[in-house]
């Protein structure tokens, strides 16, 4: 029997599920936050916040900026997704530039042996 894991992302503010939710990172009174929001969810925290940077000061970079987003993974990780999109185009998926990648195209790559990482 084969198993088959997905990832399903969800925004914490309104639990909407989007392949393009992001970890959202902000600071307010000396403490960071993380926040995994939608994209229009993203654009509504910085338009609300607007206001408040228009009249700040820049401080020195010891806590995330508003609105600032975390790594989407380490170079490895980057590495393979990169490799995965080149295999699935040559072989006719129509793979998104950005995004995730649908778990059964990933599990083809694996299959395959990985092809495309040194």
């Not at 989407?72 to 040559?90: N, W, Y």
């Amino acid at each position: 029997m084969a198993k088959q894991f997905v990832e399903v992302l969800t925004s914490d503010f309104s639990g909407a599920q989007s392949d393009e939710v992001d970890t959202v990172q902000f600071a307010l009174d000396g403490r960071a936050y993380e926040i995994e929001l939608t994209p229009d969810e993203h654009t509504q925290l910085q338009e609300a916040l607007k206001v408040y940077i228009a009249k700040s000061r820049k401080a020195s970079a010891q806590v995330p900026a508003a609105g600032a987003k975390k790594s989407g993974g380490g170079a490895q990780r980057k590495k393979e997704l990169a490799a995965m999109r080149k295999f699935l185009d040559l072989r006719g998926y129509d793979v998104p530039k950005r995004g995730r990648i649908k778990a059964e195209w990933e599990q083809e790559w694996v299959n395959a042996g990985k092809p495309g990482l040194d």
